[in-house]
Each structure stands twice: as structure tokens, then as C-alpha cells.
């Protein structure tokens, strides 16, 4: 059991367009709202829990925060078409570089698999210096050491993220570990007749050249070796996916490394690789599904680069774009160096400006982009350059669109069949092993050539691709043809960054010629540089130190080209060094990036006593840029630099009070103009009170939730700053600074009301609450008077001393000692007697504690550090034992949802108390087939984006009550476990009570409403037609009202789903994911069978459930959803879903399509007292279009319901629910 504490903050974001409607019945059930899709929910390194519900920055989150000896606010924003949620204790090591911000990028890791449903996990990478270093906590598993690369693969279990982040956070870990970087380990994923002849490798053939002797690695999925067209091709091999051996089980290594040297068997020669005499080292980096991880890319490097024996690595994977500092990168130039391989790497298939992903963005990678079949660029294709220094990448293009390559056999293709031996193919992943078969071919020509030399050979000989710049080709798509056949090789590509301030600053980059040939060669240099819209580029910006450069033969000659930063020449720059003597010519891609003008800020923050606060976390300017969606930290008094833009800068401070443990206050300039150095007093005490409370003084507990919000409409990018408390125990303001103002900030406030969970009060002359932090465990649910007894640092020796039998043992010592041992001291008091126990964290310096799990069971254990009330009790204690009065409600009666806002400035106190009558009313009935805890919670949507408390509140199941909410439309959602049901309804004041039912009996099949799903940005239908495939998700578990849920394996929930084509099966997958199949565009006939059982006690409805569906579909349906038919049932049970024994009953069947209205031509449905033992047909009545059910119960037992039902366009649905509700 889970109870909220007393503050964390949180940002709940927008939350319009939560779905749409798709069809319905005619029959549909009258008033009904549409059901939300489930959220995803991912665990970070922090052991924070977020719930995301969609993909974009409209979509509604929601936070479970970690228990930490501090409560903390949150950071959460939308930057470059991902969300973060980052606390603030990290905020400054993710801002200062400590950790990877890619830890805290939600959709991020969703896009990874690294959700809840996936791992359960956090995969990290250690970057240390020495042989070893790593935070070990209980739950950590060493995964790989890369000694070699100062790196260290760990997994943390997600259950116990929350301690090693607390080992990782602790004053010295970062002093004695030798720790410099912890990294999300992230997953890396895959990103021909027409094309050799494009790039000209006949041409090198006919020279004998065919890459005989030179050796390529493939780190791919593998290989089929069985293939004609590369039998005896694999010369070395091995396995860094954790697959069973180097076989391709996916179709892609198979296909790349046909590209680099087929020999074409299969074809009659057709289609034969670029360089067919090369051999083959295989790693096979990525699993059968296509994904592998950072750590197995990583470790398949170094054998490649080390041990393979390959000169060339060809990767035709990434993991998203990078600034080239990432491991995965730097490893790239380590290995390079160290071993003289040329690493050649597919740029990636963003096909926007500044996605070059890793490795491809590592400086001694050769990156490779794509162009079609005529010279175009591919619209895939991602483009440079590359984040950060605005460096040139890629450096080359070559090939990338419907290459046919060999496809190995008895394996679904990834694309469109050619035969029965190839496949044609598009990406990224396509042009790089043409590059990397052509640098094979270069190495035997030239055997002495370095990784170095290959890479400006192939760059600077590359022929240019009209139209396009290069950002998006480098110098030019590659030429093999005259790569070989050239004399003079030149350096391919330069890069120059001028930081700010630059005017007049010049810097140097040399180019370099090689001249193979027995003469020498004059080249005429011209440099052709332009500015991001094709303007040319500032005069002075780039010169060259001379117009001609003689090239001797069998030597070299350099040309330094001066790069001077220029007063007005603020901006990205690119273009071609063309050297050419009208027979010979080379090409070098430049880029220059001259930083924008820069000021520093610093702001002063002071607290409501009006004193400068110390350097921790509550004590921050967060800073956003409102142009660009860059967000920067800095500490009070703390002076950094900054881009001349425009700014939001929200500052947090927490100051010390006697009866509360947070007096929260956020200042805010919401507009602030930088144009020149600023230094700027945010001072608290400009604080308005921010109060939102019914007219009902019994709920007074709850959760109070402030949030400051800046969203600009130019900028795909969004802030917010949010800090939630119970408000028993906190004050809340805030300000905008005097005179500012912006339409894009506002102050959002939402209230959840209700009697408080827990409650304690103590009496040391003065009666006064404690605020109540459950830390672990299951407090007894009761109201009774307790003896208090302090027991030193709850270690065995101090606990002997007292009696703690049946009593609140009060403990206090350091937090850092680890989680193990905040269990371990519950424990003793336990073995002591206790009854619970209440720790008061004091920082003592310690250091933590090797993990050592507990085994034993612990008492219920409440915390605080920093926490006037706890601190009051400790020292009431320590001078003797006391009483005190204990409160714990295992349900709430009463429930408020409140939320209110201004928009632009804050210059007055933000309150908000409506009185009942004001307030919409819901009568909510909530359903469980044994008692069990609920979690709820709510948004509404205000400033356009949603607005409601984070924390998820409890009650118990099996009870109904009246509950009040800000008029307005509302997003809810419900859980008592791993799944949530949710719902949109719309609420007024003055009208009778809106009426809702939460897990009520008939839990089946439904296809309502839409999912939201996190890789995508717009909802899409449960199961539909996309991209030439069939798409099926199967929420088998809806409520009566048609509230989606999948089957959720926690839920000991299994099955499977079958797909048939024309009768022939063409797939079959677990129930709980989603089922993807390429289909012909051709009217076929399909079938879907679906089956689900689970065996949870506590669940004993809906034990198996089963749907058979019969439908047709063709390319006319492409991105429509399937014409499926649900059928669902709702009797009239009570809160537990039994309805009543020995009498007839009747009850209303929904006959629902999901692409729209049904006409449905029949339906019955039999009934089952035995578990489907034996059937007897129901007696169904169809009037005014509606259908009604028919049945007469036993005393006693469950009631199983079979239904067939058919519409006018023969699509069909058998479908069977075992024990769909109880009777008696």
C-alpha cells in the first residue's frame, strides 16, 4: 500500500485531444464517454515512477515520486520532440554533466522499450576513470566491463533504483569512486543491381580491384551463412547479443552484408555486392527483434577493431542523434586510433536537419548518408550537422533507397520480397556497407593506407549531388570509379566552431593533398561556403591562404583555410572546397559555426526571511529558453553564460518555518529579454499566497499542487515547474517579478481534497499534528492512542535499553547508510516489539553501507528529515516517553477536485474556495471482485495542457461515494494495480449527479475509444491497417462500460493471439503485446483469434476469455481501423459484481464495430453455470434498437456468457467470458 507524504512536486502536462471517438454501434449504451488508452508507465534511475499518457507535449502525465529523505519539486519539459521529467535533486547533475539527460527523456525510454512493460531494469553505463568503479546497491548486476574504454555495464532493478540513486547522490560517492559519468545504456537499432554500377565499382573491377584480401566486420544481426550468395564468406564471428550464435533471425545483417560482398549465386550475378572478393568478421550486436544495446555495441567494437582482423567496421545502426560525445562515440575514436580502423556508419533515417545519431557523429567516423537510385537525396536520410559544434556530418552519401540484397530464407523480409534469396530494402542502413565495401576495395589498392587516409580518399573523391548541401550529403554521393582511379587524395572534410566572443577571432584548418602519381599536379582551389537559407556567406568569414596549390609527386602539400569570426556573421555555415586542374578533383566539405553573441545572468534568490539561501536543490533559477526550448540551471548568485534570446526564468526557494516543513515560493520572470549582462534579485517575499480549499473542514488533507508554466506557440516546447504537498504541512506562493508579464506563463493550482490518510498528534504542552511520510510497510488501519518511546539510532544495542513493546519507536540516523539499512533498523524494531516506527533522517556524513537485502519483516515505518513537526516529537521523546493520537483510514469518504489559474502575471494572492453548491457533482461506484486499494486520480485541462494533482490517491474498492469537481471536462482514470481504466466526462454544476461505475462486471473484450500510444503522436485505433500491415492490440479486459485494459502479464495474466489470411495462418504472438504483420494490398478475408486467462486469486472474474473475429480488409483501409465487432454486457451487480440468486434477470448487450456504426443481423448468446461445462441458450430481445439479455440464476456459483454476433457486411465475433460475474 502506497500513501502519499508531504510534498513532491510534479508537472502534469497537456492533455487535449486524449482521444477520439471511433465508431460505435447503433446500440451503443446511451450517454456513455469514450475510454482512454492506458497509460505507460516507466520507472527512472531516480526510482521516480511517471505515467504518460501520449506521445506529445499535450499529453497528461502523472508522477509517483521515490521515497527520499526530502521531498523535492520536478522539472518538466518538452524540448526537440521529447519529454523530460527530471527532479530536482538531479537537475544540476544532469545540467552540469554528471548524468545523462537522456536518463529522464520519458518518451525517450519508451521509444527504447525501457518502459515497465518491457524491462525492469534501468540499463545504465558507468563511465569511471581507472580499471573499475560503480555504485553497487542491492537490485545492481555488473552486466559487461569495458576496461578498455573506462566503462562499466551495469543493470539496476527498478525495484531498488531509488537506493542506488540515493548511493549515487550521497556527498562522497562521486569523490571515492572515481566515477565522471553515469550513461543510460541505450538500445541501437538497424537504421543492388542498380546501385553498383551508380557508385562505379564495375569500373574498380575492371581494375582488379574486388576487395580481395581485405577484411570488413559487419556488427548487424547476424548472418545467414547458409546463403548462396555468401557461403564461405564469414572468416571470423561472434555474439554480443546474448542470441544463440551468429545466425540472422531478423534479415537485416544478412542483407547488409550481401551489399558489401555478395557474390550474387542466387541471381545469376544480378545481384552481386560491391567488393565480392571480401571477407567477412561478423558481430552480431543486435537480436532477432533488431535491437541490441550500447553495451554489447560497444563490445563488439573492440573485437572488431582488436581481434576480428577487419581494417573496415561496417555499422548500420545507431541510437539517436548526438553532439559526438556519448560512449558509443568516443569509443569510436579510441578504437580508431588505437587500432587503425576505419569505422563507417549510417547516419540515420531521421530525415531532418541535426539527427546525424551515434556513432555516426563520432569524429574519426566516416558517416554515411543516403540518395535514390537518380541522385536525390533520401527524404529519410538523416541530416547534418551534427549537434553541438555544428560539425560536418555525414561526411559521404551513397546508395540507400529499394536496394535489393540477399534476404535469409525461413525468415519473415523486412521489405518487399524479390525472389526467394533477396529482399529490397531502405535506409541509412543500406548506403553505409556500400561506402565500407568501397574503403575495402581502396585497402587492397593502397594496403598501407590508414583508417585516415581511406576516409579522405573516399570523401574527397565523391561526386557532387546537384541541389543538395552538405549537411545532407557531405561532399557528395560516392564515386568508387574515381576514388580508384585518381592520383591526389585530399583531407574530406574540416570543421570550425568560434565561441562567443568572435569577432576578429581567426581560426585555422589545414587541408591536405596527396598526390599518388609520378607527377606533379596544380590545383585551382575555390571555396563555395553559404549560409543556412543558401545565402552567401559573410565576406572575410572563410579565406583560403592561397588560390592554387602544387601537389608534388609521391608528396604532399597543405592549405590552411582562415576562418575569421565577423561582426554580423553570427550562424551556421557550409560548403565544398573544390580543387581541381580540369582533369583532376577533389572535394573537401566545410563547415563553420560562428556562436551567437552571448551575456551573462545571475540571479540572486532570497527567501521570505529575506536571506540568501545555501547551494541544494530547492534553492534554483530554471531557466528556459523560450526560442529554442534550451534549458540551463544556476544556484543563487551563480553567474552563467547565455545566448542573447528571450528567456523564462522560474526560481525556487524553501524556507525554514516552525509548523511547516515546506514554505514553498516560485518568482517568476516570465519575459525576459537578454541583450546584455544581467544580474537580477528574485526575492521571495514578492510571494502571493496560492490557496485552493473546499467549504468542507473535514477534508483538509490531500494534496495541494502549484505549478508555474511557460508554453510559447512559436517554440515546439513547453516548461513547467510544479511543487505538490499535502497542505496540512506546507504554504505555497508565488510572484512575477514587478512590471513583467507573458501570455505564455501562467499559474495553475489544483486541489484533491479529502480526509487525511494518516493523522497523528503529540502534545508537549501544546497539541500539534506530525507530519506523517510513510517511508515502508502497511500501517494498521485504526484510531487509537499510542505510547511514543525514543530509541536512539534503532540499532539492536540502543533498542535493549527501552521498552518498545506495542509501541511508536522513534529512530533517528543518516540516510546515506543505504535502503537496506533503513529496512534493517524497521526490522530491529520489530524484533524489539515495536509497533511502528518513526525514523528522523539526520545527515551525519556517513558512508553507505555495502548492499545487504533484508529478508525479514520490518515494522510499518514513517520519516522526515527536515521536518519541524518530526523533529518536535523526536525531542518530546528523547525527554521521556509520551502519548500521542493515531489516525490511520484505509478509505476516504469525501473527494474534491479543485483547480484554478491566472494567466500572464501573478501580482495578487491566487485563491481559490468555491463553495459545494458551485461544484459538479459525480456519483462514483467503485467495483472490485475483493476488497482491494484503489488509485485515482484526475486532470482538467487549463492553459491548455492538464492540470490536476500528481500524486495518485487511495481508497478502497467495493464502496460508492459523492465527489466534487471544478466544473469543466475531466480526464479520470482508476487502478488497483499494474492496469488503469480511464474516461473523459464533462461536468456542470447544478445538475444531477453524473453516475460512474469502475470496474464493473462484464470484464471482456472492447475495441472503444482509441490508444494513445507513446511512439506515435496522434491516436491511433486499437487494431487497424498502417503502412501496409495489420496492426492488433487487443484490450481484452474492458469494463461493462467499454473502458479499455490489456491483459497486464502482473496480473498473472497470459494468452495469445492467432491471425489468419484466406485460412492460412500468417502469425501468432503473445495477448499481451501488439501484433504486426505485412499484408498484399488484395480483399482478403481475415480472421483473429484471441484468447486470455489469468489465475490472480483476488481476480477470480473473467478467468478465460476468448474472441473469435472474422472480417475482410484491403489497401482501401489503409490507416482506417479493422471492422471488427465487440460484444459487452452490464447486469446490475452490486460493488463486489454479484448480482442477485434465484430470480430471473434481465440486462442491456452492446453490439459495437470499430470502424463505425454497426447494423448488426444477429446475435445470441447462451449462459453457463459450470464453467462452460454446459451452455443453455439466453433468451435476447432486440426493441427500438437496443438488445436486451434474459437469464434465470441459481442460488449461487458464476455466471459464463457466450456470444455470436454478425453485421450486414459478414463481419463476425464469437466470444466467450468464463465466470463473467458472480451470483449470491
Not at 544556484?635 to 526564468?649: A, C, D, F
Not at 486532470?939 to 465527489?963: C, K, L
Request: charged letters at 20%.
Amino acid at each position: 500500500m502506497w500513501r502519499g507524504g508531504t510534498g513532491v512536486a510534479l508537472a502534469v502536462t497537456l492533455a487535449a485531444g486524449l482521444v477520439t471517438a471511433t465508431g460505435q454501434g447503433a446500440v451503443a449504451e446511451p450517454g456513455a464517454t469514450v475510454g482512454r488508452g492506458e497509460p505507460v508507465s516507466v520507472t527512472l534511475v531516480s526510482g521516480d515512477r511517471v505515467e504518460l499518457w501520449g506521445s506529445g507535449p499535450t499529453a497528461p502525465l502523472r508522477i509517483e515520486p521515490a521515497r527520499r529523505p526530502r521531498p523535492v519539486p520536478f522539472q518538466d519539459y518538452w524540448h526537440d520532440g521529447d519529454r523530460y521529467v527530471v527532479p530536482a535533486d538531479a537537475a544540476k547533475l544532469v545540467s552540469d554533466g554528471v548524468l545523462d539527460r537522456a536518463l529522464f527523456n520519458v518518451t525517450g525510454l519508451v521509444r527504447q522499450r525501457y518502459d515497465d512493460a518491457h524491462t525492469t531494469a534501468v540499463p545504465l553505463l558507468v563511465e569511471h576513470s581507472g580499471a573499475r568503479a560503480a555504485v553497487m546497491s542491492t537490485g545492481t548486476t555488473v552486466r559487461r566491463a569495458l576496461p578498455e574504454l573506462d566503462l562499466t555495464a551495469l543493470d539496476q532493478d527498478k525495484a531498488s533504483a531509488g537506493d542506488f540513486y540515493d548511493r549515487l547522490t550521497a556527498p562522497t560517492t562521486l569523490r571515492t569512486t572515481g566515477i565522471q559519468k553515469i550513461w543510460l545504456n541505450k538500445r541501437v537499432r538497424a537504421t543492388l543491381d542498380q546501385s553498383v554500377p551508380q557508385i562505379g565499382a564495375p569500373a574498380a573491377w575492371e581494375r582488379g580491384l574486388t576487395g580481395a584480401g581485405a577484411r570488413v566486420a559487419v556488427l548487424d544481426s547476424g548472418i545467414d551463412t547458409d546463403h548462396p550468395d555468401l557461403a564461405g564468406k564469414v572468416a571470423a564471428s561472434k555474439d554480443f547479443s546474448g542470441s544463440d550464435g551468429i545466425e540472422d533471425r531478423l534479415g537485416h545483417g544478412t542483407h547488409v552484408a550481401s551489399i558489401i560482398t555478395g557474390s550474387g549465386a542466387a541471381s545469376g550475378g544480378r545481384y552481386q555486392g560491391v567488393a565480392p572478393d571480401v571477407s567477412l568478421a561478423v558481430g552480431k550486436v543486435l537480436d532477432d527483434s533488431g535491437w541490441g544495446t550500447e553495451d554489447g555495441v560497444l563490445a563488439g567494437m573492440r573485437w572488431a577493431a582488436a581481434e576480428s582482423g577487419a581494417k573496415i567496421v561496417n555499422m548500420s545502426l545507431g541510437s539517436g542523434p548526438s553532439d559526438g560525445q556519448d560512449p558509443v562515440s568516443l569509443a569510436v575514436n579510441t578504437l580508431s586510433r588505437e587500432y587503425g580502423t576505419l569505422f563507417v556508419v549510417s547516419a540515420g533515417n531521421y530525415g531532418s536537419p541535426g539527427t546525424v545519431s551515434s556513432p555516426a557523429t563520432a569524429d574519426d567516423a566516416l558517416a554515411v548518408g543516403s540518395v535514390s537510385k537518380q541522385d536525390e537525396v533520401s527524404d529519410f536520410s538523416s541530416q547534418g550537422p551534427r549537434l553541438g559544434d555544428n560539425a560536418v556530418k555525414p561526411e559521404i552519401s551513397a546508395p540507400g533507397g529499394q536496394i535489393v540484397a540477399a534476404s535469409p530464407a525461413g525468415v519473415p523480409p523486412l521489405g518487399e520480397p524479390v525472389g526467394d534469396a533477396y529482399q529490397r530494402l531502405d535506409g541509412t542502413s543500406m548506403a553505409a556497407p556500400h561506402v565500407a565495401a568501397a574503403a575495402a576495395i581502396l585497402a587492397q589498392q593502397h594496403p598501407d593506407w590508414t583508417a585516415p587516409a581511406l576516409k579522405s580518399a573516399l570523401v574527397s573523391s565523391a561526386r557532387e549531388v546537384a541541389g543538395a548541401g552538405v549537411f545532407q550529403v557531405g561532399a557528395g554521393r560516392l564515386d568508387l570509379d574515381r576514388a580508384t582511379a585518381t592520383p591526389v587524395v585530399a583531407t574530406g572534410a574540416v570543421s570550425a566552431y568560434l565561441p562567443w566572443p568572435n569577432t576578429g577571432t581567426q581560426v585555422r584548418r589545414t587541408v591536405t593533398w596527396t598526390n599518388a602519381g609520378d607527377a606533379p599536379v596544380t590545383l585551382t582551389l575555390r571555396a563555395d561556403v553559404t549560409g543556412a537559407n543558401g545565402e552567401p556567406a559573410p565576406a572575410g568569414l572563410v579565406t583560403l591562404a592561397e588560390d592554387t596549390v602544387t601537389v608534388p609527386a609521391g608528396g604532399s602539400a597543405p592549405v590552411d583555410v582562415l576562418v575569421t569570426g565577423q561582426e554580423d556573421g553570427a550562424g551556421t555555415y557550409s560548403g565544398v572546397l573544390v580543387a581541381t586542374d580540369g582533369t583532376v578533383g577533389t572535394r573537401t566539405a566545410i563547415s563553420v559555426y560562428q556562436q551567437e553573441q552571448r551575456f551573462s545572468f545571475t540571479a540572486n534568490l532570497l527567501d521570505r526571511d529575506g536571506a540568501a539561501p545555501g547551494a541544494d536543490f530547492w534553492a534554483l533559477a530554471h531557466i528556459f529558453d523560450v526560442e529554442t526550448g534550451d534549458m540551463y540551471l544556476a544556484y543563487s548568485g551563480e553567474t552563467i553564460s547565455l545566448p542573447r534570446g528571450r528567456y523564462s526564468v522560474h526560481t525556487t526557494t524553501n524556507t525554514r518555518d516552525p509548523d511547516h516543513e515546506t514554505v514553498y515560493t516560485v518568482i517568476s520572470h516570465p519575459d525576459l529579454s537578454l541583450d546584455r549582462d544581467v544580474t537580477q534579485v528574485f526575492d521571495a517575499r514578492l510571494g502571493q499566497p496560492v490557496t485552493a480549499e473546499p467549504d468542507n473542514p473535514e477534508a483538509n488533507g490531500g494534496t495541494h499542487s502549484i505549478e508555474a508554466l511557460t508554453r510559447l506557440g512559436d517554440c515546439d516546447c513547453m516548461f513547467s515547474l510544479a511543487y505538490e504537498a499535502d497542505p496540512r504541512f506546507a504554504l505555497g506562493y508565488a510572484a512575477t517579478l514587478p512590471g513583467t508579464a507573458s501570455d505564455g506563463y501562467a499559474l495553475a493550482q489544483s486541489r484533491r481534497a479529502t480526509e487525511p490518510e494518516l493523522e497523528m498528534v503529540a502534545d508537549d504542552g501544546e497539541r500539534f499534528d506530525v507530519n506523517l511520510q510513510l517511508l515502508y510497510g502497511d500501517p494498521p488501519t485504526e484510531q487509537s492512542s499510542l505510547r511514543a518511546v525514543y530509541g536512539g539510532s534503532g540499532t539492536p544495542e540502543d533498542l535493549a535499553k527501552i521498552d518498545a513493546a506495542g509501541k511508536l519507536v522513534v529512530i533517528e540516523f543518516d540516510p546515506y547508510l543505504g535502503r537496506d539499512e533503513w529496512l534493517r533498523r524497521g526490522v530491529n524494531v520489530a524484533e524489539a516489539g515495536g509497533k511502528l516506527a518513526l525514523i528522523r533522517f539526520v545527515d551525519q556524513g556517513a558512508e553507505p553501507l555495502p548492499p545487504d537485502p533484508v529478508d525479514a519483516e520490518p515494522v510499518p515505518a514513517f520519516y522526515g528529515e527536515g521536518n519541524p513537526t518530526v523533529d518536535r516529537l523526536v525531542e518530546l521523546v528523547k525527554r521521556g516517553e509520551s502519548t500521542v493520537d493515531y489516525v490511520s483510514r484505509a478509505s476516504t469518504d469525501l473527494r474534491y477536485e479543485l483547480a484554478h489559474g491566472v494567466a500572464r502575471q501573478v501580482t495578487g494572492p491566487v485563491t481559490y474556495r468555491p463553495r459545494t453548491s458551485e461544484l459538479a457533482t459525480m456519483r462514483a461506484a467503485y467495483h472490485d471482485n475483493a476488497p482491494a486499494t484503489v488509485a485515482y486520480g484526475a486532470f482538467t485541462t487549463m492553459f491548455d495542457r492538464p492540470i490536476g494533482p500528481g500524486w495518485t490517491a487511495r481508497t478502497a474498492a467495493q464502496q460508492v461515494r459523492t465527489e466534487y469537481f471544478t466544473p469543466g471536462e475531466w480526464d479520470l482514470f482508476w487502478s488497483t494495480g499494474p492496469d488503469s481504466l480511464g474516461e473523459t466526462v464533462t461536468l456542470a454544476a447544478g445538475q444531477p449527479p453524473t453516475r460512474i461505475a469502475w470496474n464493473k462486471a462484464v470484464i471482456g473484450p472492447t475495441l472503444r475509444g482509441t490508444t494513445i500510444n507513446t511512439l506515435q503522436e496522434d491516436p491511433h485505433p486499437w487494431s487497424w491497417r498502417h503502412d501496409g500491415q495489420l496492426s492488433v492490440k487487443l484490450p481484452m479486459y474492458g469494463d461493462s462500460a467499454g473502458r479499455a485494459r490489456m491483459v497486464d502479464p502482473f496480473r498473472d495474466a497470459t494468452g495469445s493471439v492467432t491471425v489468419y489470411r484466406d485460412g492460412e495462418e500468417i502469425g501468432n504472438s503473445p495477448v499481451t503485446e501488439v501484433v504486426e504483420y505485412p499484408v498484399p494490398d488484395a480483399d482478403s478475408s481475415y480472421r483473429v483469434v484471441a484468447e486470455a486467462r489469468q489465475s490472480n486469486a483476488a481476480w477470480p472474474l473473467s478467468t478465460v476469455v476468448t474472441a473469435d473475429w472474422v472480417f475482410r480488409s484491403s489497401a482501401a483501409g489503409e490507416g482506417a481501423a479493422l471492422p471488427m465487432l465487440t460484444a459487452r454486457f452490464d447486469p446490475s451487480v452490486d460493488v463486489r459484481n454479484r448480482a442477485p440468486g434465484n430470480q430471473r434477470v434481465s440486462f442491456p448487450a452492446y453490439v459495437e464495430r470499430q470502424d463505425g456504426p454497426a447494423r448488426i443481423t444477429s446475435l445470441s448468446v447462451d449462459v453457463s453455470y459450470d464453467d462452460g461445462a454446459t451452455w443453455r441458450p439466453a433468451e435476447v430481445r432486440r426493441v427500438d434498437g437496443h438488445w436486451t439479455v434474459s437469464v434465470r440464476h441459481p442460488a449461487k456459483g458464476y455466471a459464463s456468457l457466450r456470444a455470436r454476433t454478425s453485421d450486414v457486411d459478414g463481419n463476425r465475433l464469437a466470444q466467450t467470458i468464463i465466470r463473467a460475474y458472480q451470483i449470491g
